[in-house]
């Protein structure tokens, strides 16, 4: 009886210490988790807050207006292109070239001093 209360005085202390432990290990991984998140979302932030800085300045607003309003600044000049089946229409057909077969070395050589 001397040595049982000891030992399980040990067990119960052993079995209390793996428990924290653990608990301190998820405790770990979670503020890690949560950290990595919160670093995700402050690259986040930081990225809209500069597009709300320039979707706020008056050259976005203006290119914006001038775009939708097809307006152009004084010496500019636009350019209107066809639509796509337009400009097919427009380019002439041309036969494809198949690739050309190569020769060997030892031909092009003889070629050469004929």
Excluded: C, H
């Excluded at 939708?68 to 066809?82: A, H, Q």
Aim: proline content about 5%.
């Amino acid at each position: 009886m001397g040595l049982v209360a000891p030992i399980l005085i040990l067990v119960f202390l052993g079995s209390s210490f793996v428990k924290s432990y653990s608990r301190i290990r998820l405790g770990d991984d979670l503020i890690e988790k949560t950290s990595n998140k919160l670093q995700k979302i402050e690259e986040e932030n930081k990225k809209l807050s500069e597009q709300l800085e320039m979707v706020k300045s008056e050259e976005y607003r203006e290119k914006q207006f001038r775009d939708k309003m097809g307006l152009v600044k004084e010496g500019e000049i636009v350019v209107v292109l066809p639509e796509v089946e337009e400009l097919r229409k427009l380019v002439p057909d041309l036969p494809v070239e198949s690739e050309p077969k190569l020769k060997p070395n030892w031909q092009k050589w003889l070629e050469l001093f004929k």
